[in-house]
């Protein structure tokens, strides 16, 4: 046996609290578009600014730590997008070049080896193609390699050389063997981050505060009926 207890509304009651939901429901929307226009605003100036050097292409007395345009791949795959109500990310979300935008876009060193063997393969030179891109997948690919020792930065390291056959006649490589400078060879690379992203974050942070409050005094005042 049981009793039940119900409350009976009265119909305006009901009433303000379907509009309550309403407006909650609204202010949602509105927070949620604005952060959207909010780091989709971020990655362009991200993009913009740290691989150019300038502020929305205005006061160029005001440079950043720049990062290098190659191949492009990067700087294409830093986006804005609004994730879930009341949120959005800026960065780069996934694919090929995600563990290289970990090192380049936030503070901080990476320290890099290899997985196997004893040196990192890095083209360099006739090694690389307008974009910047490697010609080859392996230095075994290439054949006739030969291998010149030196000490680099990171400790001893090897030059990868394809001579190509004779010697320079005349300039300043009179004497020395023709031939392709493909890759140095390393044992360890230490990647200092530029620390672009929370830079870019940081600096627009205001605007995006601004989009949020613009967007939410606009439900404001409709529901709240100000003029």
Known sequence: MSMTIRVRMTPESVKLIESSRQWAADLIEAGSAAIKQGVLETADFVRDTFFT?????????????????????LRSAIEGEQNEPLSGFVGVLGGP??????????????????????????????????????????????GNVEFIRESGDQ??????FEPTGGTYKRGPKKGQRKGNLLAVLVRRVVIKGSGALEKGVDIKLPRMLELIERGLAGVFDVEGGVA
């Open 97 to 142: 070049v995600s563990a290289y935008a970990a090192t380049q876009l936030f503070s901080g060193e990476t320290v890099i080896t290899p997985k196997s063997g004893q040196y990192l393969t890095i083209p360099i030179a006739d090694g690389v193609d307008a974009s910047g891109r490697p010609r080859f997948a392996s230095l075994r690919d290439v």
């Open 53 to 73: 050097g300038y502020v929305d292409g205005v006061g160029r007395s005001r440079k950043f730590n720049m990062l290098f345009t190659r191949s492009g791949d």
């Open 155 to 160: 400790g001893d390291q090897l030059l990868a």
